[in-house]
C-alpha cells in the first residue's frame, strides 16, 4: 500500500520543529502551540494541566484532521506570565510527576519481586501460608 508505516507519523523529518508558536493577535495574551507528530494523547493532558495553572485563563487543543499527526494548543494568559512560560512550566511540571511516577513504579516492583522471593522461600510452611497475595 502507498500508506506510511505508522512509526513515521512520530517521527519529526529533517529541518522539522517539534513545537511552534504563532501569536493569536484576536485575544490579548494569547498564542497558538502547534505540535507535530502528537495525537490526542498528548494534546489532552497538556491542555488539561494547563487549565489547572494560576495565570492561565484558557487553554484548550484541537487536531485539524485525523489523518494529519499534529495537535493545536490555545493558551491564554492574565499577562502576568506569557502563554510561552505558561506552556513551559506546564510540560517540566509533568516531565517532573512523570518521573516521581516512574521512580514509584520502579519501587514497588522492586518490592513486589522481594516480596515474591520471600514467598518462594517459605513455601513449605504449614497451614498453606506464602502465596502470591
Not at 485525523?66 to 505558561?86: C, F, H, K, L, S
Not at 511540571?93 to 519481586?113: C, P, S
Amino acid at each position: 500500500m502507498n500508506a506510511p508505516d505508522r512509526f513515521e507519523l512520530f517521527l519529526l523529518q529533517d529541518g522539522e520543529k517539534k513545537i511552534t508558536e504563532k501569536i493569536f493577535t484576536g485575544l490579548s495574551n494569547t498564542s497558538d502551540f502547534i505540535l507535530l507528530k502528537e495525537d490526542h494523547t498528548l494534546g489532552n493532558l497538556i491542555a488539561e494541566h494547563l487549565k489547572q495553572a494560576p495565570h492561565v485563563l484558557l487553554a484548550a487543543y484541537k487536531i485539524a484532521h485525523p489523518n494529519v499527526p499534529e495537535v493545536m494548543i490555545r493558551v491564554q494568559t492574565d499577562g502576568t506570565i506569557t502563554p510561552r512560560d505558561a506552556l513551559r512550566q506546564t510540560c517540566q511540571t509533568l516531565v517532573q510527576m512523570y518521573f516521581a511516577l516512574g521512580r514509584e513504579f520502579q519501587k514497588e516492583f522492586a518490592l513486589r519481586q522481594f516480596a515474591d522471593q520471600g514467598d518462594q522461600g517459605g513455601a513449605g510452611n504449614a497451614g498453606g501460608q506464602g502465596g502470591p497475595y
